[in-house]
C-alpha cells in the first residue's frame, strides 16, 4: 500500500463528475465521480489501493473541500470500492491520512459497495463499522444480489441505497414494475436509507423517480461526468432541479379519472374543470395505470364494471403503485362484497353511486383533495422531523468527538503538567517561582537546600528569602545579576512568566540560580 509520504508525483487518471441533486430541495448537493476511459468514462472504483488511485482520491477530495468552502455548503463525493479493498487490515488508517490532509469532511464521502458474496463475514462488517465510525457514508446498488438477503443488508452498516438506471427505465416502460421500486424505496426508507435514482436520462423517468420519492437523482438528463471545471462552474451558477419536478402537493391537484364509457368521462371533465383540478382520463385500468406511471396523481376516481379488470382491481394495483392517492369508485353496479374488502383493507376511500348528484360530487372529490394534501403536509413534516433529529444526531456525536478530544488533551497536559513537576522536583539547578504579588508559588528541591534556612519556602513572600539586591529582578523584564546566596556566589537569570493564551499579562517571574564556579 501507498504511505501517505508518496506524493502527487504519481500519474492519476482523468477525473470527472457527475452532479448529483437533492429531489426535496432541487439542490445540486454533490458529484459522483467518474474516471476517464478511452472507451468512455467509467464510475471511479477503488479495485486496489494503487497510488495511482490513492493519489486521484487526494485530488478529489482536495477539490470537493475547496468547493465547499467556496460556497458555504458542503459538496459530497461518491465513489465505488471492493468489499475486499475496503476491508483490507490499513485501508482505514490510509483513507482517513487523506481525509485529515485533503480536510474533506468523511461524512460528505459515499462509498458504493461492490460484491458478489453471498454473505458477509464478522470481520468484514466490523472492518466497514469501523470506517462507518469515522464517519464515512455506504451505499449498496439495488441492483445487487445481496440485496435479496435482507439479513445480509442488515449486517452491513449502509447509508444508501442506489436505484440503476435499467430498474428506473423499467418502472417506466412497464407500469408494474413501478410496484418494484416504491417497494425498494419503502424498504430502502424503512431501514433508514437514502435513495438516489441513477442513470435518470429523461423528464419522464425523473418525475416517476421523484414521484415514488426518491432522495437525490443524477444522470445525462441534468448533465453528462464532466472535468471539474465544469462540474465547478455549474456550482457557482447555482444549478437547480426545475421546480416542475420537486415533490411535494402541487396546488392545482390531479385528478385521474377512469370509466369505459366515453360519455360519462365527458360529463365528469364537464362538471369538475370549473373546480382549477388537472384532470387525467383513461378508458380502462390498464391505461389509468400507465398515466400513473408518468404523472404524479393526486386523486382517483374509477368506474367499477370495466372489461379486463374491475375498479377495484384497478384501485389495489393503483395504491401499489402510488399509496398516498386518494382512491374511490364512482359506479352504478355494486358488487357488494369485493367494494366492502375494498374499503376494509384501504384500497378504496369512498365509493359513489350512478347517477350523481353534481354538488354531493365535487364536494367529495374536493374532500379527498384536502385529505390528500393532510397526508402531504403530514410527510413532510415527517421528512422535516427526521431530518431535524438526523441533523441533532450529527451534531450529538460531534460534541461527543469534541468532549472525548478536550479529555484526551486534558489527560495529556495534566500528565505533562505532571512530567514537569517532578522534572523540576529533580533539577540540580535552584528554581523559583514568584508570582505578581511577590510571593513564592513554586520551589523545586534544589532551592529548598539551598535556602533551608527558611524552608519550606512555598507560601512565602520572596523578599523574606532573597538576599535584598535580588529585589529589582522580580520588578523587570529578562535580566541577570551576579548575588551572593548562603556563601556561594550564583548567577540569578530573571524570566517573566506571560498570561493565559499569550494575552501580555504576567502570571509572575521564574528565578533560575547558577553556581559561579569561577568566582573564589
Request: net charge negative.
Amino acid at each position: 500500500m501507498e504511505s501517505l509520504d508518496d506524493r502527487a508525483s504519481v500519474p492519476t487518471d482523468r477525473l470527472l463528475y457527475q452532479p448529483r441533486f437533492d429531489c426535496r430541495s432541487g439542490q445540486l448537493v454533490g458529484a459522483t465521480l467518474y474516471a476517464e476511459r478511452p472507451d468512455g468514462p467509467a464510475r471511479f472504483a477503488l479495485h486496489e489501493l494503487s497510488a495511482t488511485s490513492l493519489t486521484s482520491l487526494r485530488e478529489a477530495f482536495s477539490r470537493a473541500a475547496a468547493w465547499s468552502q467556496t460556497g458555504n455548503r458542503p459538496i459530497a463525493l461518491a465513489i465505488d470500492a471492493q468489499l475486499d479493498t475496503l476491508c483490507a487490515p490499513t485501508f482505514a488508517q490510509t483513507l482517513n491520512g487523506i481525509l485529515l490532509e485533503t480536510q474533506f469532511e468523511p461524512r460528505k464521502l459515499d462509498i458504493g459497495i461492490l460484491t458478489h458474496e453471498p454473505d458477509v463475514s464478522d470481520e468484514k462488517a466490523t472492518a466497514l463499522q469501523h470506517l462507518k465510525n469515522c464517519g464515512i457514508r455506504f451505499t449498496l446498488s439495488a441492483a445487487s444480489p445481496a440485496m435479496a438477503r435482507l439479513a445480509w443488508v442488515r449486517r452491513l452498516p449502509l447509508d444508501g441505497l442506489d436505484v440503476p438506471a435499467h430498474l428506473a427505465q423499467d418502472a417506466v416502460d412497464d407500469p408494474e414494475g413501478i410496484s418494484i421500486v416504491r417497494a425498494l424505496v419503502s424498504r430502502a426508507h424503512k431501514l433508514k436509507l437514502a435513495v438516489c435514482a441513477e442513470g435518470v436520462d429523461t423528464q419522464r423517468v425523473a418525475t416517476v423517480m421523484i414521484a415514488l420519492g426518491c432522495d437525490q437523482i443524477r444522470g445525462p438528463l441534468f448533465s453528462d461526468p464532466e472535468p471539474a471545471e465544469g462540474f465547478e462552474a455549474q456550482l457557482a451558477a447555482d444549478r437547480r432541479l426545475g421546480p416542475d419536478l420537486l415533490r411535494g402537493p402541487q396546488p392545482e391537484g390531479t385528478l385521474l379519472l377512469v370509466d369505459d364509457e366515453e360519455n360519462i368521462l365527458s360529463s365528469l371533465r364537464r362538471l369538475l374543470r370549473r373546480d382549477g383540478y388537472t384532470i387525467l382520463t383513461a378508458t380502462c385500468g390498464q391505461q389509468g395505470l400507465e398515466l400513473m406511471a408518468a404523472h404524479p396523481v393526486d386523486v382517483i376516481l374509477s368506474d367499477q364494471r370495466m372489461p379486463a379488470m374491475t375498479g377495484v382491481e384497478f384501485l389495489r394495483k393503483a395504491k401499489a403503485m402510488n399509496p398516498d392517492s386518494v382512491r374511490m369508485v364512482l359506479s352504478g353496479y355494486t358488487d357488494l362484497q369485493s367494494v366492502t374488502d375494498a374499503i376494509n383493507e384501504g384500497d378504496i376511500y369512498k365509493f359513489l353511486t350512478k347517477p350523481w348528484d353534481d354538488a354531493m360530487l365535487r364536494a367529495n372529490i374536493r374532500e379527498a383533495f384536502q385529505r390528500k394534501l393532510l397526508n402531504d403536509e403530514n410527510h413532510r413534516l415527517g421528512a422535516e422531523l427526521a431530518d431535524a433529529n438526523s441533523e441533532l444526531e450529527r451534531i450529538n456525536t460531534q460534541l461527543k468527538q469534541l468532549l472525548t478530544e478536550r479529555e484526551r488533551q486534558l489527560g495529556m497536559e495534566e500528565a505533562a503538567l505532571r512530567l514537569a513537576h517532578s522534572a523540576l522536583a529533580v533539577l540540580p539547578v535552584p528554581l523559583l517561582g514568584i508570582d505578581p504579588g511577590g510571593m513564592i508559588a513554586l520551589a523545586n528541591g534544589a532551592a529548598e537546600t539551598l535556602f533551608a534556612r527558611h524552608a519550606p519556602l512555598i507560601g512565602l513572600d520572596a523578599t523574606e528569602v532573597l538576599p535584598p539586591e535580588a529585589a529589582p529582578l522580580l520588578n523587570a523584564g529578562s535580566q541577570s545579576a551576579d548575588i551572593e546566596c548562603a556563601g556561594h556566589r550564583f548567577r540569578i537569570e530573571a524570566r517573566p512568566l506571560d498570561g493565559e493564551h499569550g494575552d501580555g499579562g504576567l502570571r509572575g517571574t521564574l528565578l533560575s540560580f547558577t553556581c559561579r564556579r569561577d568566582t573564589p
